[in-house]
T-cell receptor, first 114, second 114 residues
Framework: EAQVTQNPRYLITVTGKKLTVTCSQN?????MSWYRQDPGLGLRQIYY???????DKGDVPEGYKVSRKEKRNFPLILESPSPNQTSLYFC?????????????FGPGTRLTVL | AQTVTQSQPEMSVQEAETVTLSCTYD???????LFWYKQPPSRQMILVIR??????QNATENRFSVNFQKAAKSFSLKISDSQLGDAAMYFC???????????FGSGTQLTVLP
């Protein structure tokens, strides 16, 4: 089954404790991205990657890091989480970054930073 | 930067009736794509319909259709014969052909009344 998986689905942590949210896709997609969803703001792009070892900032990259060492994986790293990073996070992938090809979204990760 | 505006935070429709969700966007680009995504209570992001900017013909997918007014930068979604399963948050999104970024509106929460 073609899918994007994210782990963990739910996470409660404390300020300053480094965490990683994993994202993996099994569709051999080149393009992957991370979004955060906040009430009244919709989804905002954090980082995206056009291919292995190629990443770029989205609209809200501050406080986040990403890496793309393998085509299928695109982890989101919060080195020192803060309460304003409490949000719902989505990973997505698509083929060749072509907008006409549907972006497949993961199930979301609900993060709470205390 | 592109902006996407959904001016209706909430809407309701009677089952079997028709409802139209509004979306406007601001851009100076000529190469772009527009999407409507549905997010049910499960939080999964589901692509409803998409439109290429260079196509004048409005996209249609079963009970879902769009009214694409390029000069007015308007992209509304019409849902015909509304069903209870259509109840969800609906997001309008703009994809930049040059920046390869997806920008979302703030969403419209649709309630379907039995």
């Amino acid at each position: 089954e073609a899918q994007v998986t994210q782990n963990p689905r739910y996470l409660i942590t404390v300020t300053g404790k480094k965490l990683t949210v994993t994202c993996s896709q099994n569709m051999n997609h080149e393009y992957m991205s991370w979004y955060r969803q906040d009430p009244g703001l919709g989804l905002r792009q954090i980082y995206y990657s056009m291919n292995v070892e190629v990443t770029d900032k989205g609209d809200v990259p501050e406080g986040y890091k990403v890496s793309r060492k393998e085509k299928r994986n695109f982890p989101l790293i919060l080195e020192s989480p803060s309460p304003n990073q409490t949000s719902l996070y989505f990973c997505a992938s698509s083929d060749r970054g072509d907008a006409w090809n549907e972006q497949f979204f993961g199930p979301g990760t609900r993060l709470t930073v205390l | 930067a592109q902006t996407v505006t959904q001016s209706q935070p909430e809407m309701s429709v009677q089952e079997a009736e028709t409802v139209t969700l509004s979306c406007t966007y601001d851009t100076s680009e000529s190469d772009y794509y527009l999407f409507w995504y549905k997010q049910p209570p499960s939080r999964q992001m589901i692509l409803v319909i998409r439109q290429e900017a260079y196509k004048q013909q409005n996209a249609t997918e079963n009970r879902f259709s769009v009214n694409f007014q390029k000069a007015a930068k308007s992209f509304s979604l019409k849902i015909s014969d509304s069903q209870l399963g259509d109840a969800a948050m609906y997001f309008c999104a703009y994809f930049s052909g040059s920046a390869r970024q997806l920008t979302f509106g703030s969403g419209t929460q649709l309630t379907v009344l039995p």
